[in-house]
């Protein structure tokens, strides 16, 4: 009898479990990421970049949607940062399959928004366990990765974006995508699942850009002539929408909200600038965004913090024995 009893109890669990993934630990996600040799006292992914200075002018009109002080009319500096990704901070940039915007600001002392983005609009797979196999399967080589892609039909979306992208001239004239979504929570307690896009308000060829460093420099000698402006754009998600899965692209029909601009008036490079010491974990949240149930997000936010530990402790080792940041 007791058996039975323990029976029923224990195999309902044992299924749920057998459902979810396994767990991937921000270390092996690290790891991973920085390869054999890492590049002491950098960002173990996107560690290429250049920091940024500049202001949000909020015109409004996500106000009625979210309590954050961010979306009133108004404006508000932030710091940022403009990326590619992977792990060598002297790759060259136009190898880099993905280009990357973070921003962080501060509503308060006591009050952050962070956030980091990516051109894709969306992930190849819904889960930190699946995306460690895909970065498993990227570094092991491009049959690897087409047999991955294959075994992985959720990707197809990704595929199809991937497919169509023609990679600008410059930092300024890409679309920066939220990825995974986010709530907006309102004075009422009213929750609205949103994504966001920073859309570029210049378009700009790569026809003869070249050198390792071709973005950095173009974007130097842009923001020297001009600010850099983007319209922050959010798409509302409705009820046939599932916020947890970054895999799935909203309709077009879903309406969208201009916020305002984002201008940047200055960069630096980034072991001199102030983006150098944040680490644009995405659930640093103010008071009226919500993070959804998105295991990725989880997963990201884990691992950003390992290796900013990694990073922050081999700057203070460097310069504890006078080496400063080569
Ligand atoms: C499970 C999935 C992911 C993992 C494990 C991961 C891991 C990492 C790590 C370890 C860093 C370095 C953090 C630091 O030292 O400051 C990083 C940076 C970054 N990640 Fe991810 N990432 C994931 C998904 C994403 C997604 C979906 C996006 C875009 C929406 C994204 C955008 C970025 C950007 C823009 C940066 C650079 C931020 C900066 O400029 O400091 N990542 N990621």
């Not at 630096?268 to 959804?292: F, R, S």
């Amino acid at each position: 009898m007791k058996k039975l009893y323990l029976v029923l109890f224990l195999t309902p669990m044992m299924s749920a479990l057998a459902q979810e993934p396994p767990e991937v630990t921000a270390q092996q996600f690290v790891n991973l990421q920085q390869g054999e040799n890492a590049h002491e006292g950098f960002r173990r992914a996107h560690a290429k970049g250049i920091c940024l200075s500049g202001e949000f002018r909020s015109n409004g009109q996500l106000a009625s949607y979210s309590k954050t002080a961010l979306f009133e009319t108004g404006s508000m500096s932030f710091i940022g940062r403009f990326s590619v990704a992977g792990n060598n901070p002297t790759a060259p940039d136009l190898k880099a399959p993905v280009r990357s915007l973070a921003l962080s600001f501060a509503m308060s002392s006591t009050e952050q928004w962070r956030m980091a983005m990516n051109t894709p609009p969306v992930m190849a797979v819904k889960d930190p366990h699946t995306f460690y196999q895909q970065i498993q399967a990227i570094q092991a080589g491009p049959k690897a990765i087409q047999a991955f892609f294959t075994e992985h039909p959720e990707s197809s979306e990704f595929l199809s974006w991937k497919a169509q992208y023609q990679p600008s001239g410059s930092f300024a004239a890409e679309t920066y995508n939220s990825i995974n979504a986010f709530y907006l929570v309102n004075s009422n307690g009213e929750k609205q699942a949103v994504r966001w896009a920073m859309q570029p308000t210049v378009s700009v060829s790569a026809d003869h850009l070249e050198g390792v460093d071709a973005l950095h420099q173009e974007i130097t000698n842009r923001v020297a002539k001009e600010n850099i402006v983007f319209d922050w754009v959010f798409t509302l998600a409705n009820d046939a929408d599932d916020e947890n899965n970054p895999t799935k692209a909203w309709p077009d029909s879903r309406e969208q909200i201009t916020a305002g601009q984002i201008v940047i008036t200055g960069v630096t490079p980034q072991l001199q600038g102030e983006c150098h010491g944040i680490n644009y974990d995405p659930l640093v949240l103010p008071t009226g965004i919500e993070a959804t149930r998105d295991p990725i997000l989880r997963a990201r936010s884990a691992a950003y913090a390992e290796s900013y530990r990694r990073r922050a402790k081999e700057a203070l080792m460097a310069e504890l024995e006078g080496r400063g940041n080569e």
